[in-house]
């Protein structure tokens, strides 16, 4: 019987069953190539029979060891991994260009390298002369990191195979060529062959992997989704170029908790860690004005204190302006159309422009109450008091809802001395010492009590 081959557009991604000189899906020529992969296949044993060897099975009560992790005492890249580097796992980091993946990871693996780990680092889109003179600006010379510079995939493997690291970081998966696939370098084909070899070869020989990975211009890693399911752990670097934070975020994690950031402070001599991240945000917060609020988020395990503004101005245009950094745009106009309809509150005509403060992405609903507050205080040209905070989530009929942790995020905000918090109605009654808390029912009470009638 014919074996059944499998080609795949080096363009797009697409799988069929057949050649063709065009894809059907994204319409490039001459971009279909069979699927080969470097691992070989199953081997004929003495009878000449294709048949494999049995797995062992087990009962889900069989207690096994939880795999062992080395820390690198950079207590904010141990929190994101929860806990440590896991031996034998597969991690993928990725970010935008010039946000400091290469510095992370060289500081990381200089880290392991003096926690015992033999370390190789293996640079494809710089020389080694280059690698070299950024470890002497981060004052990392000393430490026992070995360095290739290398994008041929075979003779990548080989080179693991023989010196047996502990930890193999890869800079960066796109660069990486596979040269029984017909197709150029960073292509999805490319990627996806060379992620899987890497990936495997780890977990075969107990060694852990970290490969950095480019970022499309919409934010996501270049490449096909599924090295995202191949891989143990996915970390995105965030950050704005004009701000000196960077947030490590972890949206993956088999071996800890998803949605657990670390946060750092890019300096002179590389990365430094922020062990305060709510004091840092609003460290430059001034006088209360206009559209600036507090908002008390949960980010993973820890509470972070971040300032939302907003900017309310006449339109010039026909088509008003819905600018946002930092938060979700569709959320934004969910925000907006409740704040019309259910508590008359109109931006017709109006540019709204949204703002986190310090490059800090917000992604729980639990913001919602923070922003409706910042556009009525921007529109109202009121603002709100400089020692308070505020967290909730609007539904759709304008009922604030309540969300979970509310007492972590009422201790933080008196930790850092603020006095007042608002947030939505809740059974529970949370006493902190020197914190007042105002608890509304739904959206157009708040505006009213907080604002006044209008």
Known sequence: MAKDKSYSCSACGNVTRKWAGQCESCQAWNTIHEDKALSSGPKKNSLGSMRGSTIPLTDLATAEAEPPRTQAGVAELDRVLGGGLVKASALLVGGDPGIGKSTLLLQAAARFARNGLKVIYISGEESRAQ???????????????????????????????????????????????????????????????????????????????????????????????????????????????????????????????????????????????????????????????????????????????????????????????????????GRLAMILAVLESRCEVPFAGLDVYLNVAGGLRIQEPAADLAVAAALVSAREDAALPKEAVIFGEISLSGALRPVSQTENRLKEAQKLGFTSAIMPQQSKKFAAAGLETRQMPDLAGFVTKVFGER
């Open 131 to 329: 690698v070299q003179m950024r470890a002497r600006r981060l004052g990392l010379t000393e430490s026992p990191v070995q360095l290739a510079s290398e994008t041929n995939l075979r003779d990548i493997l080989t080179t693991l195979d023989a010196n047996k690291p502990d930890l193999a970081i890869i800079d960066s998966i796109q660069t990486m060529w596979a040269d029984n696939v017909d197709s150029a370098p960073g292509s999805v084909s490319q990627v996806r062959s060379s992620a899987h070899e890497l990936t495997t070869f780890a977990k075969r020989n107990g060694m852990s992997v970290i490969m950095v990975g480019h970022v499309t211009k919409e934010g996501a890693i270049a490449g096909p989704r599924v090295v995202e399911h191949m891989v143990d752990t996915v970390l995105y670097f965030e950050g704005e170029r004009g701000h000196q934070f960077r947030i490590l975020r972890a949206v993956k994690n088999r071996f800890g908790p998803a949605d657990e950031i670390g946060v750092f402070e890019m300096t002179g001599k590389g990365l430094a860690e922020v062990k305060n991240p709510s004091a840092l945000f609003l460290s430059e917060r001034g006088e209360p004005a206009p559209g600036s609020v507090v908002f008390a988020g949960i980010e993973g395990t820890r509470t972070v204190l971040c300032e939302i503004q907003a900017l309310v101005a006449p339109s010039p245009h026909s088509q008003p302006r819905r600018s946002v950094v930092g938060w979700d745009g």
